[in-house]
C-alpha cells in the first residue's frame, strides 16, 4: 500500500484565498482525521470522520474551515479564506479502529502551507 | 486548554547514552498512549504504545513508563543513537473512536 496521499505538499497563497487540501487514506481503514501542527500548539487534531461521517469537528477553528469526505477513499479540508494565522503544515491521518495496536494513525507526508 | 503537554521542547544527548522525553497529562479518562516520532518533512511515525493497566512497555531500545497517580509518562531510548534524532510526541486516548490527543513535541538530538 502506498501509505496515506496528501496533496498537494507545499502550499503558497495570498490571504483572502481559497485553499483545498486533499487527502487519500490507507485503503480499508475506516477512520480519517485532520491535524494541524503548529511550534506553540503542536499536533491538533481538527476533525475526523468515521465511514465517511463527521464525528467530531470540535478543534475547526473557525467557520472559514470545512471538511468533507466524499467517499471512503477521498478527503478535503478547505479554508475559505485563508489568513496568515493559517500557515502551518496540515496532516492527514488514517486507522482501523480496532487495530493492534490499538488506535495507531497512519499519517500522510503533510501539506505545508504558507499564507501571505 | 491542552490535556496533554511536553514541557521540554528540545533535549540533546550524547549518542550512547540514555534519552528520556517526557510527557504530562490531565485528563483521568485516558487509558491509552502512545509515542509518535517524526522526521522533517514526513508525517509522524507510530513508536511504541502502554495501556492504563500497564506500567511499563518495552520494545527493543525503547521503554514506556507511566505513573497514572503522578499522570506521567516517559519515553527512555537505551542507547541513543544519531538515529534517533527526530521530534517525539506523546499521544493519549480516551477511547473515543480512536482519537488521540497530541502533545507539543520534543526534539531531540543525538549527537556523535
Known amino acids: 500500500d502506498a501509505g496515506v496521499i496528501q496533496s498537494p505538499r507545499h502550499e503558497v497563497t495570498e490571504m483572502g484565498q481559497e485553499v483545498t487540501l486533499r487527502c487519500k487514506p490507507i485503503?480499508?481503514?475506516?477512520?480519517l482525521f485532520w491535524y494541524r501542527q503548529t511550534m506553540m500548539r503542536g499536533l491538533e487534531l481538527l476533525i475526523y470522520?468515521?465511514?465517511?461521517?463527521?464525528?467530531?469537528d470540535s478543534g475547526m477553528p473557525e467557520d472559514r474551515f470545512s471538511a468533507k469526505m466524499p467517499n471512503a477513499s477521498f478527503s478535503t479540508l478547505k479554508i475559505q479564506p485563508s489568513e496568515p494565522r493559517d500557515s502551518a503544515v496540515y496532516f492527514c491521518?488514517?486507522?482501523?479502529?480496532?487495530?493492534?495496536?490499538?488506535?495507531?494513525?497512519?499519517f500522510g507526508p503533510g501539506t505545508r502551507l504558507l499564507v501571505l | 486548554d491542552q490535556q496533554v503537554k511536553q514541557n521540554s521542547p528540545s533535549l540533546s544527548v550524547q549518542e550512547g547514552r540514555i534519552s528520556i522525553l517526557n510527557c504530562d497529562y490531565t485528563?483521568?479518562?485516558?487509558?491509552?498512549f502512545l509515542w509518535y516520532k517524526k522526521y522533517p518533512a514526513e508525517g509522524p511515525t507510530f513508536l511504541i504504545s502502554?495501556?492504563?493497566?500497564?506500567d511499563k512497555n518495552e520494545d527493543g531500545r525503547f521503554t514506556v513508563f507511566l505513573n497514572k497517580s503522578a499522570k506521567h509518562l516517559s519515553l527512555h531510548i537505551v542507547p541513543s543513537q544519531p538515529g534517533d534524532s527526530a521530534v517525539y510526541f506523546c499521544?493519549?486516548?480516551?477511547?473515543?473512536?480512536?482519537?488521540?490527543?497530541f502533545g507539543q513535541g520534543t526534539e531531540l538530538s543525538v549527537k556523535p
Open positions: 485528563n483521568s479518562m485516558f487509558d491509552y
Open positions: 470522520f468515521n465511514n465517511n461521517v463527521p464525528i467530531d
Open positions: 491521518a488514517s486507522s482501523l479502529y480496532p487495530d493492534s495496536p490499538k488506535e495507531t494513525q497512519y
Open positions: 502502554i495501556s492504563s493497566i500497564k
Open positions: 485503503s480499508g481503514h475506516d477512520y
Open positions: 499521544a493519549a486516548s480516551a477511547n473515543q473512536g480512536g482519537k488521540l490527543i
